[in-house]
Antibody, heavy 121, light 107 residues
Framework: EVHLVESGGGLEQPGGSLRLSCVVSEFTFRGYVMNWVRQAPGKGLEWVACINGDGTSTNYADSVEGRFTISRDNSRNTLYLQLNRLRDEDSATYYC??????????????WGQGALVTVSS | EIVLTQSPATLSLSPGERATLSCRASQSVTFYLAWYQQRPGQAPRLLIFDTSNRATGIPDRFSGSGSGTDFTLTISSLEPEDFAVYYCQQRYTWPLTFGGGTKVEIK
């Protein structure tokens, strides 16, 4: 069975940094585009960032461009999201989500269970 | 940015009834529209991709239709486990966007 397991969430002050990880098992990680999608408490879903299968192409939502960085280590089957210059409005559950293609705009066919990030002073 | 508007915000129905959920795009997304189900406390789950294709393991009571700017998710006969929030999402262009969701609740 395929698993996506996020970690690294927690409480951070405005202006601080966090790094989220998503470890993937049971599929050929390097062959697939990966994304981060977030959900503020009681709110809807917001796509955050995308990276293609070999890590050479990335895309970001305007709300995080220049502050967040998506990356991947295919040797470790791990996806990352570096969150810098955090704001209150970044508080959310962050899901890693797999697409069924190598790259490009995608839908999300597998999701992790989520990592909660809380930004507060 | 393509804005997806879902209606109604809440749908109150009884088990066994038919549910019809709408998703309207601010510009054409051709057929690049997906639907997700999210139960309380759980991650979203893919139901339908590219307008009308059921994801693996999704029962055939779920169906999708539409094209361009107007899309519909239909649940032919609601089961107890279908009461949840449903989101549409487009992959026609960046940024990828979601609708605001429709909550299907028990009447």
């Amino acid at each position: 069975e395929v698993h996506l397991v996020e970690s690294g969430g927690g409480l951070e002050q405005p202006g601080g940094s966090l790094r989220l990880s998503c470890v993937v098992s049971e599929f050929t990680f390097r062959g697939y585009v990966m994304n981060w999608v977030r959900q503020a408490p009681g709110k809807g879903l917001e796509w955050v960032a995308c990276i293609n299968g070999d890590g050479t192409s990335t895309n970001y939502a305007d709300s995080v461009e220049g502050r967040f960085t998506i990356s991947r280590d295919n040797s470790r089957n791990t996806l990352y999201l570096q969150l810098n210059r955090l704001r209150d409005e970044d508080s959310a559950t962050y899901y890693c989500a797999k697409g069924p293609f190598f790259g490009g705009a995608t839908y999300f066919d597998l999701w992790g269970q989520g990592a909660l990030v809380t930004v507060s002073s | 940015e393509i804005v997806l508007t879902q209606s109604p915000a809440t749908l109150s129905l009884s088990p066994g009834e038919r549910a019809t959920l709408s998703c309207r795009a601010s510009q054409s997304v051709t057929f690049y529209l997906a639907w997700y189900q999210q139960r309380p406390g759980q991650a979203p789950r893919l139901l339908i991709f590219d307008t009308s294709n059921r994801a693996t393991g999704i029962p055939d009571r779920f169906s999708g239709s539409g094209s361009g700017t107007d899309f519909t998710l239909t649940i032919s006969s609601l089961e107890p486990e279908d009461f949840a929030v449903y989101y549409c999402q487009q992959r026609y262009t960046w940024p990828l966007t979601f609708g605001g969701g429709t909550k299907v609740e028990i009447k």
